[in-house]
């Protein structure tokens, strides 16, 4: 049985160079595992050493600090080695769907105001249609990336913006260069562990 996975926004950034590439992601898992209380989980660079640690099952491992200590203020706690099955992922399919009315902003100046002042200020910008914008219905900052999603109310308004790829934006009393992106999301279509 799969364990649930959380629900993650991604945003897949890198540089293709082989069109046989393109249609390949490599993934490096970041193994969580759900341990019972008083349990730790160590992995080892070499597995003969984690065999090793298993097959001699019981240990004894020194708390205290200092060698000084008189046998009385020393502690030690008796462990148990046991090995652990982790699912890892070995095939991953993902169904990509490109907005039509959305775009990402990246290259964001770092300005030192709060996001909801830049969403605003780029709101207002994009929102102009001297600008080549539109009436902007959502935006969304994206914590991990630095980007932010904005999303128009009409269909027409983002792919020239994408068609442009940069542009000046008025932030302020500044003209930041920012750079327009196509809006791509993603559900997990398959995925197989092993």
């Known amino acids: 049985v799969l364990p649930a996975l959380p629900e993650r ?3 897949f950034k890198g540089l293709v160079t082989n069109k046989e590439d393109m249609n ?3 993934l490096t898992p970041r193994i969580r595992y759900p ?16 065999q090793t640690i298993i097959e001699m099952k019981e240990h004894v491992v020194e708390l205290s600090c200092g060698e000084e200590l008189e046998e ?4 030690r706690v008796r462990v148990q080695a046991a ?9 991953l399919e993902i169904g990509l769907t490109r907005s039509s009315r959305s ?6 100046p770092s300005l030192g105001i709060p996001e909801e002042a830049l969403l605003d200020k780029l709101e ?18 994206l914590d991990d990336t630095g980007q932010v999603v904005l999303t128009f109310a009409e269909d027409g308004v983002a792919e020239p913006l994408i068609a442009r790829g940069r542009i000046q934006v008025l932030i ?23």
């Not at 009385?72 to 502690?75: A, E, G, T």
């Not at 775009?103 to 964001?108: A, K, M, P, R, T």
């Not at 750079?179 to 197989?192: A, E, F, R, T």
């Open 172 to 194: 302020g009393k500044g003209k930041y260069e920012v750079k327009i992106s196509p809006c791509m999301s993603g559900d997990i279509s398959n995925l197989q562990v092993r």
């Open 124 to 141: 207002l910008f994009f929102s102009k249609t001297k600008n080549g914008g539109g009436e902007v219905e959502s935006r969304e900052f």
């Open 24 to 26: 390949k992601l490599m």
């Open 72 to 75: 009385l203020d020393r502690c």
């Open 9 to 11: 926004n991604m945003v």
């Open 35 to 50: 341990l019972l209380g008083g349990s730790g989980l160590i992995t080892f660079e070499k597995e003969e050493v984690a």
């Open 83 to 91: 090995p652990v099955d982790i699912l890892l992922p070995s095939a």
């Open 103 to 108: 775009i990402l902003v990246s290259d964001l």
